[in-house]
C-alpha cells in the first residue's frame, strides 16, 4: 500500500525518499500549488495521482484523463509522477505532452476524455508546481471537489484499480493550432507585438497569430525556464512596461502578453499604454453585445463598475453578473448562466457558445481582441480604449499574508467594514452606498469609488483593489483607507507593488 502522505520532511534524507510529502496548505480554492521539493516531493506528487484517481471514481467519472505540463525544468518529471499514481487507481491517461492549459482543456473536446490534470504552476515565480484539475468539460473544479481531494490524498483514502494505461498523442499541438486558424485571416494587417516572457505561450502563439495574417514582432518567446527577463505574467507592470516599449518602437497596433501556462491574455494599445484587462472586457462585451444583444456577462469582484454603467452596455441591454475571483468560479458561473462570456480582471478570459467553448484560452481572447479592431477598421486600439468612460483604477496589488492566516485577516476585514456600514459610519468621508462580500468585501461609496479586499487563492498574499470613476485622488484616498483597515493587522507584510 501507498504510505500516508507526511506533512513535514526535510529533502535529502532518508525519510524524505521513503515518504510522500505533501503540504496541506497546496490544496486551493480552485487548484492546486505548492513550492517543489520543499511543499511537495514526487511520491507526494504520485499521492496526489492516487487521490485523483480515486475521487474521479467516487465522481462516477469515466476513468480517462488529459494531462499536459508546462515548460519548467521539473514539470515533466512531476507529471510522469503524476500519471503514475492515476495509472495506480486505474486510469487510462491521455499524454499531449508540452502544452498550454488550454490546450489541455481543448483536448478534453477534441479526444472526448471527460477529466484534466494539466501541471503547471502558472505565472508563479521558479521553484513553484500545481495542477489545474477537472472532471466535468468545460469547468474545472472548484472548492467542493478541491476539499474532497484534500481529505482523500491526506488520509491515504485511495482507491487501486486495474485497467489504468497510459497513451501519449503525438504531434496533439497541430491539431489546437488548427482548430484556432480554421477561419479566415484577419482583413486588417494587424502589426501585433506577442511577448510570452519565455513562458511556454512561446512554443505556440507565434505560429497561431501569423497564420491568421499578424505581421508579428516576437518578443521573448523562446521557451526558457529560468525566466530570463520577467516573469511571464500579463498583470505585472514589468511585463506590461516591457511591452509598451516594444509596440512605441516598432509602431504596432497592438501588444499582446501571454502567461506561463497560455490561459491569460494582456493588452498595450498602439501608443505603448498598458489597458488593464477589465477595460478589455468592458470593450470586447461592447463589441460582442452589438452581434448579440442581451448576453449576459460575468465578471470578477476585482473588475471595473463600467460593468454595470456604460451607456453602450446599457443600450445593448447588456446584464452584468459580478461573481468570485477564481479562473474556475467565474468558468462555472459562465456555464450555469449560459452566459456568452466571463471576464477576470487578472485576464482569464471565458468565450462560451457560440463564440468558443467555456474554458479560459489566452490566444482564444487575442483573436477576440484582433476581431474586435478587425470590426472597426477605422479605430485604433487606444480610440476604443479612449471611447470608455474614464475611470482611476488600480493595478491589482498584493500585500504578503501566510497562507494559514489570510482567510481569518480577510474575515476580520469584512466584519469591521459592515459594521462600519451598519453603524451609519463614513468610508473617505463619505456614506458607504453598498457592501459585497460574494468574495473577501468590496465596498463602494456614494460617488462610485469602491475598494476591494480578499484572500489570493494561489499564494501567501492579500489582494487589494480600488477604482473611482471621480478622480485619482478619490482613488487614492480609497485606497489609504482600505490600507489602514488592512494595517492593523501584523500578520500582513509588503505589497508587491503599490500606487
Known amino acids: 500500500m ?25 490544496f486551493r480554492e480552485y487548484d492546486a500549488r505548492w513550492l517543489f521539493e520543499k511543499e511537495i516531493n514526487l511520491m507526494g506528487v504520485q499521492a496526489l495521482g492516487l487521490g485523483l484517481g480515486t475521487l474521479l471514481h467516487d465522481m462516477g467519472v469515466k476513468p480517462e484523463i488529459v494531462t499536459g505540463h508546462d515548460y519548467r525544468s521539473y ?16 486510469v487510462k491517461v491521455h499524454d499531449i505532452g508540452l502544452a498550454l492549459t488550454p490546450m489541455a482543456y481543448f483536448a478534453q473536446f477534441d479526444l472526448d476524455v471527460p477529466a484534466v490534470a494539466m501541471v503547471t504552476a502558472s505565472h508563479n515565480d521558479n521553484g513553484w508546481t500545481g ?47 488548427a482548430d484556432l486558424t480554421n477561419r479566415s485571416p484577419f482583413r486588417r494587417k494587424l502589426k501585433v507585438v506577442a511577448a510570452c516572457g519565455n513562458g511556454t505561450a512561446g512554443a505556440f502563439v507565434p505560429s497561431v497569430l501569423s497564420k491568421l495574417g499578424c505581421d508579428l514582432v516576437p518578443l521573448d518567446t523562446d521557451p526558457d525556464f529560468t525566466f530570463p527577463n520577467y516573469n511571464p505574467n500579463p498583470e505585472d507592470m514589468e511585463m506590461l512596461h516591457t511591452m509598451a516599449a516594444r509596440v512605441r518602437e516598432t509602431g ?36 460582442l453585445s452589438k452581434l448579440h444583444p442581451g448576453a449576459t456577462f460575468v465578471v470578477d469582484v476585482k473588475s471595473t463598475g463600467l460593468f454595470a454603467t456604460d451607456p453602450v452596455l446599457m443600450q445593448n441591454s447588456v446584464k452584468a453578473d459580478y461573481w468570485k475571483t477564481g479562473h474556475s468560479y467565474i468558468k462555472r458561473r459562465v456555464t450555469d448562466l449560459k452566459a456568452l462570456a466571463g471576464f477576470e480582471k487578472s485576464g482569464h478570459f471565458f468565450f462560451n457558445t ?39 483604477g488600480s493595478p491589482t496589488m498584493s500585500p504578503y499574508c501566510p497562507d494559514e492566516e489570510k482567510y481569518r485577516v480577510v474575515d476580520e476585514v469584512v466584519g469591521q467594514i459592515k459594521g462600519m456600514q451598519e453603524k ?42 480600488v477604482e473611482s470613476p471621480v478622480s485619482e485622488e478619490r482613488m487614492r484616498e480609497m485606497f489609504g483607507a482600505i490600507d489602514k483597515i488592512v494595517r492593523e493587522h501584523p500578520e500582513v507584510g509588503a505589497y508587491n507593488q503599490t500606487l
Open 354 to 392: 457560440p463564440v468558443g467553448r467555456g474554458y479560459d484560452d489566452g490566444l482564444v481572447t487575442a483573436i477576440h481582441i484582433l476581431d474586435m479592431l478587425d470590426r472597426n477598421p477605422g479605430k485604433s486600439m487606444a480610440d476604443l480604449y479612449k471611447d470608455l468612460p474614464k475611470t482611476w
Open 131 to 177: 495542477v489545474k484539475m477537472g472532471a466535468h468539460r468545460p469547468v474545472t473544479f472548484g472548492p467542493d471537489e478541491m476539499g474532497r481531494l484534500k481529505e482523500i490524498v491526506l488520509s491515504g483514502s485511495y482507491r487501486y484499480g486495474s485497467g489504468g494505461s497510459y497513451r501519449f498523442v503525438a504531434d496533439f499541438p497541430a491539431r489546437y493550432i
Open 252 to 287: 504596432a497596433d497592438v501588444g499582446l502578453g501571454f502567461d506561463g501556462d497560455g490561459d491569460r491574455c494582456g493588452v498595450v494599445d498602439n501608443h505603448g499604454e498598458e489597458i488593464f484587462a477589465d477595460k478589455i472586457g468592458v470593450m470586447l462585451a461592447r463589441d
Open 75 to 90: 514539470s515533466s518529471s512531476i507529471k510522469y509522477a503524476l500519471i503514475a499514481g492515476l495509472m495506480a487507481a486505474g
Open 424 to 465: 451609519g459610519a463614513t468610508l473617505i468621508g463619505q456614506p458607504i452606498r453598498d457592501v459585497v462580500t460574494v468574495n473577501g468585501v468590496r465596498v463602494t461609496v456614494a460617488d462610485g469609488t469602491w475598494g476591494l479586499v480578499r484572500a489570493s487563492s494561489n499564494k501567501p498574499e492579500l489582494v487589494v483593489v
Open 2 to 26: 501507498f504510505p500516508k502522505p507526511e506533512p513535514m520532511l526535510v529533502s535529502n534524507t532518508y525519510a524524505y525518499e521513503q515518504a510522500p510529502l505533501v503540504k496541506a496548505t497546496g
